[in-house]
């Protein structure tokens, strides 16, 4: 079964700890990636059969004004090719959650919460650059994607 990563930069930067979710996982996920851009990273990277897709996606959307409801729209073309299941990563920015409700309304067959499994953190989930996650919320994600593989 292939693992593959796609939307921004919150699963671009996981490299180094790829092998940990699977020996079999792609990351086809790039810093900056907007909705606009997942049907693309898709097409030239999952297989047509025995994959999941992990998706992060909607932090660049709303940091760029992209409406919600444009958001949705270009994640449903996305799901309406996956020959696969998927499951979604909501963004981790409390500021950005009507863009992660907008794509969680398309039903994932898995939904990562990120915001409240790193409410622990505090703070320490963010960088200091206000947006991307920091090592300590990558050690609670990882085990987190993990367990949503095993069960999809």
Same mark, same amino acid.
């Given at each position: 079964?292939?693992?593959?990563?796609?939307?921004?930069?919150?699963?671009?930067?996981?490299?180094?700890?790829?092998?940990?979710?699977?020996?079999?996982?792609?990351?086809?996920?790039?810093?900056?990636?907007?909705?606009?851009? !997942?049907?693309?990273?898709?097409?030239? +990277?999952?297989?047509?059969? %025995? $994959? *999941? &897709?992990? =998706?992060?996606?909607?932090?660049?959307?709303?940091?760029?004004?992209?409406?919600?409801?444009?958001?949705?729209?270009?994640?449903?073309?996305?799901?309406?090719?996956?020959?696969?299941?998927?499951?979604? !990563?909501?963004?981790?920015?409390?500021? +950005?959650?009507?863009?992660? %409700? $907008? *794509? &969680?309304? =398309?039903?994932?067959?898995?939904?990562?919460?990120?915001?409240?499994?790193?409410?622990?953190?505090?703070?320490?989930?963010?960088?200091?650059?206000?947006?991307?996650?920091?090592?300590?919320?990558?050690?609670?994600?990882?085990?987190?994607?993990?367990?949503?593989?095993?069960?999809?």
């Amino acid at each position: 079964m292939e693992v593959v990563l796609l939307g921004d930069s919150h699963l671009a930067r996981i490299r180094r700890a790829l092998p940990r979710i699977s020996a079999n996982a792609i990351n086809a996920a790039v810093g900056g990636a907007t909705a606009a851009d !997942v049907l693309t990273q898709a097409r030239a +990277h999952l297989p047509t059969t %025995n $994959a *999941i &897709a992990v =998706l992060s996606i909607g932090t660049n959307d709303a940091r760029r004004g992209t409406r919600p409801e444009e958001c949705r729209e270009l994640v449903k073309a996305l799901v309406a090719e996956l020959a696969c299941p998927w499951i979604y !990563v909501r963004p981790p920015l409390t500021e +950005h959650a009507v863009w992660g %409700n $907008a *794509i &969680a309304s =398309l039903r994932p067959d898995h939904l990562i919460d990120t915001p409240a499994l790193l409410a622990p953190l505090g703070a320490r989930a963010i960088a200091s650059d206000g947006v991307h996650l920091t090592g300590s919320a990558y050690e609670l994600l990882l085990p987190e994607i993990c367990t949503a593989l095993s069960v999809v």
